[in-house]
């Protein structure tokens, strides 16, 4: 391995150093990187000019990608998603726990986030390890959700984000789908927290008021700050993160246009704690 980690808080992300992600990686360099995302959660590198193409490239690498699902995040790239705010009404930004795209039968397994343009103060993006936030809990809630599945449903990221008919035609595309509320993941078989803020709506088989007051303490874990960090971006940096385990948010604290492009991983159907993955 020629790169250096370093890790970043003792529960979730390294930084990686003396690495062009603009040149090829040899096999050993891809795996090493690999395995580094899988354990941290997250790797950020510094000082990346790589070109779109390159950027699509390093994608591919660890997976198919998954067009913008969206008018507002579409590129020139079929391949790139557009991430940017006008740092006035900051319209679109990720400002709620999530991990990418749980809303579809097959999700995201990571995102590759690059920076174009920084404000001058502000525009981090924080991320939670959901591994953790699951090892976190007590035994009891451990049992109680083990085999629960939850309701992912694209309408609930997009309300208020664009008109409703509009987010209806989505939901029509995107339909409702159930993932288990805790996925083993298929790299680690770690154990992880797998309902966001973003898209889980209700716990299935469960009243309103008892999958409203799980999901919440649920959703509570993922916001302690001993599972999390939080990235400064500066042009040219570059966040790597594993959507199987890590959740993020995108803190809209600056009035400043904002500009980041990512390419995003496509996942297998997760699967839980007690269920074999389908066979290919």
């Known amino acids: ?22 040149q090829p990686l040899a096999p050993e360099e891809l795996r090493a990187l690999r395995a580094a995302w899988v354990r941290y959660g997250v790797l950020f590198f510094r000082n990346q000019p790589i070109s779109r193409e390159q950027h699509i490239r390093f994608g591919r ?4 990608l ?16 557009n991430v940017t705010t006008d740092g006035k009404t900051n319209a679109g930004a990720a400002d709620t726990w999530h991990a990418d795209l749980t809303c579809f039968p097959r999700p995201s397994s990571g995102s590759i986030l690059k920076g174009y343009k920084i404000p001058s103060l502000g525009g981090d993006t924080m991320f939670s390890n959901a591994g953790a936030a699951y090892a976190g809990l ?14 992912h449903d694209v309408r ?40 966001n803020n973003g898209f889980t709506t209700k716990i299935v088989g469960l ?25 400064a971006w500066q042009v040219d940096s570059i966040a790597f993160w594993d959507n199987r385990k890590v959740q993020h948010y995108a803190v809209t ?14 996942d297998d159907a997760p699967y839980g704690l007690s269920a074999a993955p389908a066979a290919p």
């Open 156 to 195: 609930k990221t997009l309300a208020g984000k664009a008109e409703p008919a509009k987010v209806e035609e989505m939901a029509k595309r995107i339909p409702p789908v159930e993932h288990p509320v805790v996925r083993t993941h298929p790299e680690s078989g770690e154990p992880v927290l797998y309902v």
């Open 207 to 231: 009243n309103e008021q008892e999958s409203g007051n799980l999901l919440r303490h649920l959703l509570d874990q993922i916001k302690r700050p001993e599972y999390q960090l939080r990235f």
């Open 66 to 81: 998954i067009p913008p699902i969206a008018a507002l995040y579409a590129s020139d790239y079929p391949e790139i998603h």
């Open 1 to 22: 391995m020629t790169f250096s980690v370093r890790r970043v808080q003792p529960l979730i992300g390294a930084e990686i150093s003396d690495i062009d992600l603009s």
């Open 253 to 266: 604290d600056y009035n400043e246009p904002r500009h980041l492009e990512s390419v995003v991983l496509l």
């Open 138 to 151: 007590s035994p009891e809630v451990k049992q109680r959700i083990a085999d629960l599945r939850a309701v």
């Open 61 to 64: 690498l660890f997976g198919d």
